[in-house]
């Protein structure tokens, strides 16, 4: 049973273009969700986080939103980059009153950014 | 500061056998997480690890162990290796607080034969 959804496994937009990356969840009770970029190689480097309370979140490029009532969040990277090239993963989790940090991640997204 | 660091980066055993992989966190991160990441199921969560003590765990075999020393460095064990465990294993670290983000390293790829 899949808790958190990237339905689209590929993704490919233009340099300067916006790119929108989906996430769907199951898990009502998941409170804090994260996008994480990793390269090959690489481990996954944290992108940006967004708690329930809120329904966007900022930090340059990077914008998430989340919709709580439908369950789905999306991460928006303006303008998009050449070096933004990675595969994008979509995590949750929930407090479990001090036994936390379980991450429920999505099966990633490649985007890809043309020059 | 320096990164988390996995070792080793690559492994190559076979089936029957056991592996212990390691991970040091990020000085002061008390809180070590570790996952696994396969191409068809993703990456999925086996257990953390806070002051020495595991605090949240994944839905994995009992053949899947760890542990974590007084320093934070943590080791995971996987004992009677099946063709299946072959994935990238990832440990990430944190402070330790819910809100905390996790640094993942660059992982340990697994290879049972």
């Known amino acids: 049973d899949q808790q958190v959804k990237q339905n689209s496994p590929s993704l490919s937009v233009q340099e300067g273009r916006i790119s929108i990356l989906n996430c769907d969840y199951t898990?009502?009770?998941?409170?804090?969700f994260l996008w994480y970029k990793k390269y090959p190689a690489e481990g996954p480097t944290f992108l940006i986080s967004i708690s329930s309370i809120k329904d966007k979140n900022e930090d340059g490029r990077f914008t998430v939103f989340l919709n709580k009532s439908a369950k789905h969040l999306s991460l928006h990277i303006v303008p998009s980059q050449p070096g933004d090239s990675a595969v994008y993963f979509c995590?949750?989790?929930?407090?479990?009153?001090?036994?936390?940090?379980?991450?429920?991640f999505g099966k990633g997204t490649l985007l890809t950014v043309n020059p | 500061k320096a990164g988390v660091t996995q070792t080793p980066r690559y492994l190559i055993k076979t089936r029957g056998q056991q592996v212990t992989l390691s991970c040091s966190p990020i000085?002061?991160?008390?809180?070590v997480s570790w996952y696994q990441q396969t191409p068809g199921q993703g990456l999925q969560f086996l257990f953390e690890y806070f002051s020495e003590t595991q605090r949240n765990k994944g839905n994995f075999p009992g053949r899947f162990s760890g542990r974590q020393f007084s320093n934070s460095r943590s080791e995971m064990n996987v004992s009677t290796l099946e063709l299946g465990d072959s994935a990238l294993y990832l440990c990430?670290?944190?402070?330790?607080?819910?809100?905390?983000?996790?640094?993942f390293g660059p992982g340990t790829r697994l290879t049972v034969l």
């Open positions: 898990n009502s009770m998941f409170d804090y």
């Open positions: 000085s002061g991160h008390r809180s």
């Open positions: 990430a670290s944190s402070p330790g607080s819910y809100t905390d983000t996790q640094y």
């Open positions: 995590a949750a989790s929930e407090d479990s009153g001090g036994s936390n940090y379980k991450l429920t």
